[in-house]
């Protein structure tokens, strides 16, 4: 990791900058995929999966036979981890429900709003260096709990054709029974389009890698939703002599180990927390199974000392991390301070990774500088929220000449004739 000191305002956005996505580039590669699963369907994402992940799939659809099968592979050990943290997972986000609101904003003016399911969504968990089956409870607890009507679930298959274990469990444990083993853009694609195997939904969710990242944008220009713009994963820990280094080292490193493209950020408060810091993530570093992973992760990540602290919260501010740990003494006047994060993290006994997998809150966050304009997945993440009004005779009465007054000054007669007819009815009734 690079260290500076100091550094100026003109200089942060140089010095931080997130490894480049090269977003058109990716997306020339992306676009004959989403093309071929559109014209092609089942059959492009069985070519797909041979092509990528060197596998022959004669089912996309995981069978009843498989999932049962994943109850004996996986320990019971793993099985006790994964039920807490779903317990956890839906304590927090039911709380997140809000009640239907119904007000009389005036005599005879009846105003509504209620939360209204997604019919159906589309969970892509990755595959790849790592079996994702945390973020099956991330995204599938939320899901189940709005109420949405179909889940289905995208996860690629390993070189035998099979999804690991712990992911089939966990979705089964939800409730998700539609368990299609294709990954990448051409996931992406099918839930997009619809295939034979796969329905097209409404909203898709789940992180990725570049690829999968271009095809949710793409997605939305077809009138799909997504959850959030995500890049690769990210932290910023900020530190002081109240920090212990072996615990920060450790949450930099938890993050580095995510992907090489991985970021993470050291604002510490002086010369002498970076040093004992930066020497503890070379110690840990070399005991990593996946130390040439974080290796390379932090060659695109840097040490800030920042001896003011306001400056030091302007500067993350400015950042906007996904994931913001907050290890200084004065850690309750910094977290009110802070305006742009996915998951703010307080104190020396809150590692970043129990947000990952079993705290309650939720690790799909916005990356990339998104926080600044995105939030997090939540319950929310999966209704809409429609509003509803009644009006009485009375109600007409009483607020009908103020919409006249305000429709005919924007010369919409239509508008303002809507309202007049109906008052002249009532005045010739009464």
């Known amino acids: ?203 898709i969710f789940g992180p990725g890698n570049q690829y999968v990242t271009a095809a949710k944008q793409l997605a939305t220009k077809k009138g799909i939703a997504i959850d959030m713009p995500a890049g690769p994963s990210e932290v910023l820990v900020y530190a002081d002599e109240t920090a212990i280094p072996a615990f920060v080292a450790s949450d930099l490193l938890s993050q580095a180990e995510h992907g090489i493209d991985s970021q993470v950020i050291l604002v510490a408060s002086s010369s002498k927390v970076a040093e004992k810091t930066l020497k503890e993530v070379e110690n840990q570093l070399e005991k990593l199974p996946r130390k040439a992973i974080a290796k390379k992760a932090l060659e695109n990540s840097i040490a800030v000392v920042m001896g003011n602290q306001d400056k030091a919260i302007s500067l993350i501010n400015e950042y906007a991390p996904e994931h913001l740990i907050i290890n200084v003494e004065n850690d309750e006047e910094v977290v009110a301070q802070i305006i742009n994060a996915g998951s703010v993290f307080i104190g020396n006994f809150t590692p970043e990774s129990a947000g990952d997998y079993a705290s309650g809150t939720n690790h799909t966050l916005p990356t990339y500088g998104f926080a600044k304009n995105y939030s997090g997945v939540s319950l929310d993440s999966f209704v809409k929220k429609i509003t509803y009004q009644k009006i009485t005779k009375t109600g007409i009465q009483n607020l009908g000449p103020t919409i006249e007054v305000l429709a005919g000054n924007e010369m919409l007669d239509a508008h303002k004739n809507a309202v007049s007819i109906r008052l002249k009815y009532l005045e010739d009734n009464q």
């Not at 159906?120 to 599938?140: E, N, R």
């Open 1 to 203: 990791m690079r260290v500076i000191t100091n550094p100026s305002k003109s200089e942060w956005k140089k010095e931080l900058a997130r490894p480049v996505q090269k977003m058109k580039e990716i997306q020339k590669i992306v676009k004959p995929i989403m093309r071929k699963v559109n014209r092609q369907g089942d059959k492009a994402l069985k070519k797909f999966a041979l092509e990528y992940d060197h596998v022959e799939i004669k089912e996309l659809l995981v069978s009843r036979e498989e999932v049962n099968e994943s109850y004996e592979q996986v320990d019971q050990k793993l099985k006790d981890a994964i039920l807490l943290a779903k317990d956890n997972i839906e304590k927090f986000h039911k709380a997140q429900a809000t009640p239907d609101l119904t007000m009389e904003v005036m005599e005879g003016v009846t105003c509504m709003r209620r939360s209204v399911p997604i019919q159906k969504v589309g969970l892509y968990i990755p595959g790849g260096t790592a079996p994702l089956f945390s973020t099956v409870l991330m995204l599938g607890v939320p899901a189940n709990l709005a109420g949405c009507e179909e889940i289905v679930l995208c996860t690629p298959p390993n070189k035998e054709g099979k999804i690991h274990p712990a992911i089939l469990y966990t979705a089964d444990l939800i409730g998700i029974d539609k368990i299609v083993k294709v990954g990448g853009a051409q996931a992406i694609a099918a839930m997009t389009y619809g295939t034979e195997s796969v329905p097209q939904v409404a909203k």
